[in-house]
């Protein structure tokens, strides 16, 4: 079997299911069933040794297994307990090692006790008809279902009882393979190795790729369910940046905050590298705006149209493989994100536009910034601005609010009070004192 994680066409990925199944391992087996789509693999095993975990990361994983083109198949090596076995389900044949099992799929809370009476009722009820029909799509005897899950059922194929009353059914791997109804009880038989796998499902031992967790699927997990706290700091981050000379501490902040949302995204498999990419052309498209043509909105609002779909793209779950599906379902959780970030990011920015000037933090930044390097002044000059109230000149940058205006002949470094200024705008002294000159636009 190749060691190597570069997947091809005709590739059989090997995924490995461990230990208690969650959010995380969803994310880990979207991405690479989205690879796989992409790459044209063959199928993918699920090399499944597990205890069970979560029923609703079990659910979502089964219907993805079951609208993918890519087929999946599970190798029970050596135990598929609870989730592990419903997981099975919605492969299209199981295959168990020789020392294995699998079954006991009773729901339970996460402490692992029992769920009170009428809840459990309610649980196994959806969930046993849900597994049921998944079962029966995909070649399984549908009673199976209930035997795993329901405590209270005898559960019957035919004239033959597979399970009691009053317990759960867990097969072996030798009563998995046993026939019953013309076709086996589960299984499709029993392999010591991948390459036995390989041969009972018909696929190439040769083409077999190992792919394991990244081991960064926990923090996609924790990205996808912040993203609009993300979306929240990369904007005011920008806004302040935008606002401030320089390049600084906030400009850094809103960095690191978009780059962690499209990073999360991107191991949860929810999105590529061309979302980023057109994120960026965006960013470029605002930068250029600014810098070279100051006042021309149409390419600002190009780059801004550009960043808000890349943002929103990288929340929607596409498969390569798949028609695109523009269900409500499906773009509820973006829009829901996007709109949360979005209506936060404007109360914020309305805030701290009225009064980011007054800071002090953003006074000393601003006075910092303006300093000019040499040495230090001597301390007898006098504190007055040559400049007073009421004075008039022109803009002879981009005031954000800081920049350089022009009174009379001379220049002199200026600030508004919060307000966007283009480049040659008249504008008027507000207050005079020291090293601080406020202006407002004419």
């Known amino acids: 079997m190749s060691a190597a994680p570069e997947l091809a066409k005709g590739s059989v990925v090997v995924v490995p299911v461990k230990d208690a199944i969650g959010e995380a391992g969803f994310f880990f087996l979207r991405r690479v069933l989205k690879n796989a789509e992409s790459a044209g693999a063959a199928a993918l095993v699920l090399d499944m040794d597990t205890p069970g975990g979560s029923l609703k990361a079990t659910e979502k994983i089964v219907q993805m297994f079951m609208k993918s083109p890519v087929p999946a198949y599970t190798y ?81 194929i ?11 059914l867990t097969l072996s791997a030798q009563e998995a393979v046993k026939d019953v109804g013309g076709r086996p009880l589960f299984a499709s038989g029993i392999a010591k190795d991948l390459d036995e796998v390989c041969k009972g499902a018909g ?71 061309e979302v980023v990419a057109v994120f960026t052309l965006g960013a470029l498209l605002i930068l250029v705006e600014l810098v070279f043509f100051p006042g021309i909105a149409v390419v600002a609002m190009l780059g801004a149209a550009l960043m808000a779909g890349a943002l929103f793209f990288a929340m929607v779950d596409f498969y390569p493989a798949q028609p695109p599906d523009f269900s409500f379902e499906l773009l509820a959780r973006p829009m829901l994100n996007l709109g949360i970030a979005v209506l936060a990011s404007v109360f914020c920015i309305a805030i701290l536009a009225r009064f980011l000037p007054d800071l002090p933090l953003f006074r000393r930044l601003f006075l910092a910034e303006q300093a000019t390097a040499g040495p230090s002044r001597p301390s007898d000059l006098p504190a007055a601005s040559p400049f007073a109230a009421g004075d008039t000149g022109t803009a002879q940058t981009i005031l954000r609010p800081a920049g350089k205006a022009l009174f009379g002949n001379s220049l002199a470094d200026v600030v508004t009070d919060g307000q966007f200024v283009d480049a040659g705008t008249p504008v008027r002294i507000l207050s005079a004192s020291g090293d601080r000159i406020v202006v407002e636009p004419v």
């Not at 989730?83 to 168990?96: C, N, R, S």
């Not at 402490?111 to 309610?122: F, H, L, R």
Request: proline share 6%; aromatic share 10%.
């Open 76 to 156: 029970v090596n050596p135990n598929a307990g609870s989730a592990g076995a419903l997981i099975a389900l919605g492969t299209k044949k199981v295959f168990m090692s020789p020392v294995s099992a699998i079954g006991a799929a009773a729901p339970v809370v996460s402490s692992g006790e029992e769920i009170p009476t009428t809840m459990n009722a309610k649980i196994v009820s959806y969930y046993s008809g849900y597994f049921r029909s998944v079962a029966a799509l995909n070649g399984y005897h549908p009673e199976l279902v209930d035997g795993f899950m329901n405590l209270d059922k005898e559960v019957k």
């Open 158 to 168: 035919g004239d033959v009882v597979i399970n009691p009353k009053g317990a759960l």
């Open 203 to 273: 696929l190439d031992a040769k083409a077999l790729v190992r792919v394991e967790p990244s081991g960064f699927e926990v923090l996609a997990q924790w990205v996808t369910m912040l993203a609009p706290l993300f979306l929240l700091g990369g904007a005011i981050g920008a806004y302040i940046e935008f606002k401030s000379p320089g390049f600084g501490v906030a400009g850094v902040i809103s960095a690191a905050c978009f780059l962690l949302f499209f990073t999360g995204h991107y191991i949860a498999g929810l999105t590529g590298l």
